[in-house]
């Protein structure tokens, strides 16, 4: 590709210098007619300067036409050898001139042939290198005839004139060689640089556009961050001003609370879906495909929404599809949930149908409704971050703005093709393309692993932060467990210390925070503290560190991770969940006291 951009350049050159050589023809054939009038016939004069014009005007059309069509690979040769042949007719003429003009016995009109040919044999190097055939051709139609002449004609400057001819020819051959090379070279290097800066300004437009973008993002995740912590200083506030006036009321107590939970809920699915983008943005979210039974899918996407949309009013039907599709079930589920759920968003009336489509080798997994719909300018913005097009105000009824971004990006990993086909006013079709599954494979049943019993057990505790430090304690000694906690690795074994004093200080578990004080970090202290017992225990990390690089260093090692805001239901089952994964760990089995059931974090 790059060689035939030069070869195209090259030619572009010759056609562009072409112009110069007519009007250097037109300039000495006028010339030659004024000198060669009364040592020439005027007739053959006159039949020369006219086939010398004529070739002038087919070369002027055939450059306009050059320059006015499209050309290609194939076609740019034929225009070359095209430039050769009038080259060599215009050599010819020239060198016809110079077979007549080879006047021995007029000084005036043999100084003036050779003073022109000489003139016109260097004059090709410049102007027909960028093609050496049309110029070695040029040169020797030009030459040969005078030569020819010089070799016929007995005179003393015969021999001198014919070597000073060999001479001429033998160094333009060779300075069109190096000039060929020069003009391959300065079009290369254009023609890379003109690359480079493609390149650059593609890489400064997708960097503008990544500042904007994240500049956007900022914005409304601060905006969005802040709603729900506005709204629990609030509550809290109340709370206080109702303590400060005495006992509470337990109806009261149950109000705030619930609305509490409630904004802290809405916090922390924001704080998820940040997560779930930086997951994938770290490139750390592992594939796991398996043969995917539509049919098992649909049905449990179906109880998941029925009553959703029998509270909306509006019609929810699924095809029903027995096809089996090659990916990962949980990625696929999280992708048509988001699709669903974004639908049911955006449809006041009307309904939402699933369905799919066989497309060769592929199945397209399809949901439409007739909400709003989307302009066409505006269909690639609804899978950027932040974006909803019929939400100004950033109500958070009407979700976060990204559940979409995260279809896309999933979608990118998983390499299923995503699909969307709106028309403004009538609604939307989303899509996402999956392969068949190889029909070897039994397909995966999607079904919820059952909770797990409440344990109590032995927890190493590390949290720098003293209000989150004591909230945690508080929270697992309610719950049961033996906490030896401390803000660094020294409190923890001090505090463990202390109870082996007392008795027996089992150790089943440790859990830390990420950031710790004096530049530690959860899995250094992790490390410690086993190191400190004499074996390795079950571990979790808490965190609210987000980026990329973060999630892949604790995603490297062997730890469980939690993500800041962490409710007492999500902290239970993943202790749970992490001693029940540790066949070594057999921790105390007495019932663990105001435990929540849920679903296991596996």
């Not at 995917?292 to 509270?311: C, K, P, Q, Y």
């Amino acid at each position: 590709m790059h060689e035939d951009k030069i070869r195209q350049a090259l030619i572009e050159l010759l056609y562009r210098n072409s112009y110069g050589v007519v009007i250097s023809n037109i300039v000495i054939s006028l010339a030659a007619v004024s000198v060669l009038r009364h040592a020439v016939s005027v007739s053959w004069l006159a039949g020369w300067v006219g086939a010398l014009y004529l070739l002038i005007i087919c070369r002027v059309l055939a450059s306009r036409r050059f320059f006015s069509r499209a050309r290609d690979p194939r076609s740019i040769m034929r225009w070359a050898w095209l430039a050769a042949a009038f080259t060599w007719i215009s050599g010819l003429l020239w060198g016809t001139l110079g077979w007549v003009g080879f006047l021995p016995d007029e000084p005036i009109v043999l100084s003036f042939t050779v003073i022109v040919l000489t003139g016109l044999v260097c004059g090709t190097v410049p102007s027909l290198s960028a093609f050496p055939p049309a110029l070695t051709g040029s040169i020797l139609v030009t030459v040969l005839p005078i030569a020819v002449r010089c070799i016929l004609t007995d005179s003393d400057i015969s021999g001198a004139f014919l070597f000073l001819l060999a001479s001429l020819v033998a160094i333009n051959f060779y300075y069109c060689r190096i000039t060929y090379r020069m003009l391959r070279e300065t079009v290369s290097l254009r023609l890379e640089n003109e690359s480079l800066v493609g390149n650059l300004q593609e890489e400064r437009d997708r960097a503008q556009a990544a500042d904007r973008a994240k500049t956007r993002f900022l914005a409304a995740a601060s905006h969005d961050l802040r709603q729900p912590i506005h709204a629990l200083s609030l509550l809290v506030s109340t709370l206080a001003i109702l303590g400060q006036r005495g006992s509470v009321a337990s109806g009261d107590a149950r109000d705030l609370a619930t609305r509490a939970k409630s904004a802290v809920g809405n916090l922390s699915g924001l704080l998820n879906a940040l997560l779930d983008i930086s997951r994938l943005d770290a490139g750390i979210v592992t594939i796991a495909n398996e043969t995917v039974s539509l049919r098992e899918l649909f049905r449990d996407l179906r109880d998941e929404f029925t009553a959703e949309a029998i509270g909306r009013g509006l019609e929810f039907r699924v095809v029903d599809c027995d096809l089996l599709v090659d990916s990962d079930p949980m990625m696929l589920r999280r992708i048509l949930n988001n699709l669903l759920s974004n639908a049911f968003r955006y449809t006041k009336t009307g309904g939402i149908l699933l369905g799919c489509r066989r497309r060769g080798n592929s199945v397209e997994i399809q949901v439409w409704d007739t909400g709003c719909g989307i302009p066409a300018d505006q269909q690639a913005m609804v899978f950027e971050e932040f974006v909803q097009l019929q939400n100004p105000a950033r109500d958070r009824t009407q979700g976060l703005g990204l559940g979409l971004a995260i279809v896309r990006r999933t979608a990118e990993l998983l390499q299923h093709p995503l699909r969307l086909v709106s028309v403004p006013g009538r609604g939307s079709m989303f899509s996402i393309t999956v392969p068949k599954a190889p029909p070897m494979r039994s397909p995966l049943q999607l079904v919820r692993s059952a909770p797990t019993a409440g344990i109590a057990a032995g927890i190493m505790l590390v949290e720098d932060e003293k209000d989150v430090l004591d909230a945690m304690v508080g929270l697992l000694t309610l719950e049961g467990h033996r906490v030896y906690a401390g803000r660094s690795v020294v409190d923890v074994l001090r505090t463990h210390a202390e109870a082996l004093k007392i008795g027996d200080a089992p150790v089943d578990l440790v859990v830390a925070d990420y950031r710790l004080e004096h530049g530690a970090n959860g899995l250094e202290a992790i490390e410690g503290l086993c190191s400190h017992i004499g074996r390795r225990v079950p571990a979790i990390i808490v965190t609210g560190d987000t980026s990329p690089s973060r999630l892949k260093e604790v995603s490297a090692s062997s730890v469980r991770i939690l993500h800041k805001p962490v409710t007492g239901e999500e902290l239970s089952e993943a202790i749970r969940a992490a001693l029940s994964e540790d066949d070594a760990v057999v921790p105390t089995r007495k019932p663990a006291v105001g435990t929540t059931e849920g679903l296991s974090l596996r």
